[in-house]
Nanobody, 126 residues
Framework: QVQLVESGGGLVQAGGSLRISCVAS????????MGWFRQAPGKEREFVIG???????YYADSVKGRFTMSRDNAKNSVYLQMSNLKPEDTAVYYC????????????????????WGQGTQVTVSS
């Protein structure tokens, strides 16, 4: 069982920046595929960005050029750096993980990730 804990959410003005973090349990974090999803009020949860164990990174079109994701395997952590934030980025952001032997589902699908954090709220004011 993998536990994920997000932190760092908060209130930021439009155009500002924010970094949120996710710490995972387990001894083999370097083998985890990690993703960030978000859910805005009244909307379905959507893929934001993902970084795989081999290092390849995938972005939703809506965040390309504004969001980046990184991982620190020594700290069992991933980070989501968000810049030029917009009010439409307001959502609960969830960290998700897939571990070996992997789900082999598309990285942008929720069902690709068996493990989820509790979420952290990001609010962007206009």
């Amino acid at each position: 069982q993998v536990q994920l804990v997000e932190s760092g959410g908060g209130l930021v003005q439009a155009g500002g920046s924010l970094r949120i973090s996710c710490v995972a349990s387990g001894q083999f974090f370097s083998s985890y595929d990690m993703g960030w999803f978000r859910q805005a009020p009244g909307k379905e949860r959507e893929f934001v960005i993902g970084i795989m164990h081999a290092g390849d990174t995938y972005y939703a079109d809506s965040v390309k050029g504004r969001f980046t994701m990184s991982r620190d395997n020594a700290k069992n952590s991933v980070y989501l750096q968000m810049s030029n934030l917009k009010p439409e980025d307001t959502a609960v952001y969830y960290c998700a993980a897939d571990i070996p032997p992997y789900s082999h589902k598309a990285y942008y699908r929720e069902r690709a990730y068996p493990y989820w954090g509790q979420g952290t709220q990001v609010t962007v004011s206009s």
